[in-house]
């Protein structure tokens, strides 16, 4: 199993662009998750999806858009780039919301 | 709201030093907690948990224990090596979907 893969590792966006940060995992996992990490912080909740076709909000989702077509994939938008989206993003998997999470390696993305 | 709060670092540590990592929590249930380690450049992984009162989580020489009486799950270890060289985050999950993570501790060991 290769687990949690995300794509791309490092990118660097001009204010206004957009990109989608891929997230694909193996495990059959119900449960997924977008966080960011911000420098000398902890991670903060984007978005989160319960299974395919079902996403909500967490904690700081706005900026993006997230989509569950599949079990596996669970992409994450980012429509107008702006300098506070500055930050690496790591996306998890869970079996059941009270499993542990397995995360990727992250994202981390530059907005100049 | 709920929350975790970890000890502030850098902390650098000789080898075979003691550690302890401090780590207090604000809920309102009874919440699971959790020490994630993210080693350079790569994703968190899970360290150990412990979900009820009196719990103690352990592995890799690690251990926490869940104090309901002092709202805290200190990470600690007798002896650590250079390999331990990582960040270290406390977390809690209440019943539902939503972690809460503390802002991480870097630790570096040197030889």
């Known amino acids: 199993n290769a687990g949690v893969t995300q794509t791309p590792k490092f990118r660097i966006l001009k204010i206004g662009q957009s990109m989608t940060l891929q997230c694909t995992q193996d495990?059959?996992?119900?449960?997924m998750y977008w966080y960011r990490q911000d420098p000398g912080m902890g991670l903060k909740l984007i978005y989160y999806?319960?299974?395919?076709?079902?996403?909500d909000k967490g904690e700081v989702p706005n900026g993006y858009n997230v989509s569950r077509s599949t079990t596996e994939d669970f992409p994450l938008r980012l429509e107008l780039a702006a300098p506070s989206q500055t930050s690496v993003y790591f996306c998890?998997?869970?079996?059941?919301?009270?499993?542990?999470?397995?995360f990727g390696p992250g994202t981390r993305l530059t907005v100049l | 709201g709920d929350s975790v709060t970890q000890m502030e670092g850098p902390v650098t540590l000789s080898e075979e030093a003691f550690l302890t990592i401090n780590c207090t929590y604000t809920?309102?249930?009874?919440?699971?907690l959790f020490w994630y380690v993210q080693y350079p450049g790569e994703g968190l992984q899970l360290l150990l948990k412990?979900?009820?009162?009196?719990d103690k989580g352990s592995n890799k020489g690690f251990e926490a224990t869940y104090r309901k009486e002092t709202t805290s799950f200190h990470l600690e270890k007798g002896s650590v090596q250079v390999s331990d060289s990582a960040v270290y985050f406390c977390?809690?999950?209440?019943?539902?979907?939503?972690?809460?993570f503390g802002t991480g501790t870097s630790l570096t060991v040197i030889p």
């Open positions: 495990m059959n996992h119900n449960y």
């Open positions: 977390a809690l999950r209440l019943t539902g979907n939503q972690f809460y």
């Open positions: 809920a309102t249930g009874y919440p699971s």
């Open positions: 998890a998997s869970s079996y059941q919301a009270y499993n542990e999470q397995f």
């Open positions: 412990a979900t009820k009162a009196d």
């Open positions: 999806s319960v299974g395919a076709g079902i996403t």
